[in-house]
């Protein structure tokens, strides 16, 4: 029984500990200075005319998933009667049935969506996409269909019958670029001799993210985690210059 | 998406243009992606990198793709206004990084007197609501996204049925 207790105490101890250890990563004057921040480049980013669009969908994307607040009501709204008249967005589209859960009730968006994803991607590996085949771009732009597609599969998988061919191509280039990052300790991209390929792997793992794939979905990403820690500030102008030249 | 010049993309040019989305924005991709895959906010790396960015900013509010380099003017002109997806990448990593830190964005904003952020995030519908508000709003205009996404059917029996074949 005093054992019991004891451990019970310990516990809530840690508990604590770990509790005041998450307080104070930020200081008070830290998070008042991110606000003001935040607030300027938010009051910036309405002053701009140039495109309202696209200023709209940015901040869309910027609040995700949106809040159910009149602001982000209102800009739905405004994106939807425009979107149509600005030809396909499909990755508008596809932010807002995800972000307001709507895919449920319109699987049939996702399922073109999807069909959509797997002819770029059938285009950009026959074609070479130009002349890119070979050079990091192309690798990039590879990267982000497979991706896409591999997310649209996942999505419409549990709500249509996907043509077996389409779900399982899609696993299957997933599959071999898990593997080429494995092979390139965490890296989706081969090293490039122009420089560029950490900064494309921090783009990566957070596109990942964005698509509903973290370390819990895909433990692979493990590798990629720690590829983007260890390489921090070893390539110049990837997240950060290194202080001294600053 | 990305382009390139001429759709020459081995060009130096287009070497430039991608490698050139800089520092501040592949900082703010990391911070995003970092803290999402279970990297703790208080992390020296991610402190450093949030740091990064708050000096960044430039005096009108805005940031830049590239620290403290002047973004060329034409390049606006190929698919994107880059100091827009700079900025929004930039909100976004203070936006989750503190949540990381369990800091409550409305009730801080509230205390500043951030009115444009309070408007933004915060809640006037609950859930019933929105999900009604969403879907009535997608409605009208879904009909005429199908329509626009039929002419990749034609092309995608055609892909289906050459894949059927060569297996």
Known sequence: MKHLVISGMLMIILSCLICLSQITIITPSKSMKIIDSMSKGVDWLESQTLDRFEIAVNILHFLSPPPASKKAINLLDWILKEAPRRGLMSSTLEYVLRYFDLHESHPELYELMLKGTYLALNDLYENGFHKCHGTLLFYEIYVHYAFLGYARAKRVETLLNLPPLLSTKFEEIMRERIDFMIENEGSWYPKDEYGGYVGRNAWALMMLSKLGFTVKELPELKKTVNFLLEHRDKELGIWGKPEKTR | ?167
């Not at chain 2, 827009?84 to 904003?109: G, M, P, Q, S, W």
């Open chain 2, 1 to 167: 998406m990305l382009g390139c010049e001429g759709g020459d993309c081995s060009s130096k040019v287009a070497v430039e243009i991608v490698d050139g989305l800089g520092e501040v924005m592949y900082t703010a991709a990391a911070v995003i992606g970092l803290l999402r895959n279970k990297v703790s906010p208080g992390d020296e790396k991610i402190q450093r990198s949030i740091d990064f960015l708050l000096n960044a900013q430039k005096p009108d509010g805005r940031w830049r793709p590239i620290y403290d380099a002047n973004w060329p003017e034409d390049f606006k002109s190929y698919f994107w206004d880059p100091d827009y997806i700079a900025t929004i990448l930039v909100l976004r990593a203070f936006k989750e990084y503190l949540k990381a830190c369990n800091v409550d964005l409305i009730e801080l904003a509230k205390k500043r007197g951030r009115e444009n952020l309070v408007e933004l995030f915060e809640p006037v519908y609950d859930e019933e609501q929105l999900l009604l508000i969403t879907q009535e709003k997608l409605l009208p205009v879904k009909n005429s996204l199908i329509e626009e996404y039929r002419f990749l059917e034609k092309s995608f029996e055609k892909y289906l049925k050459k894949e059927v074949e060569g297996s």
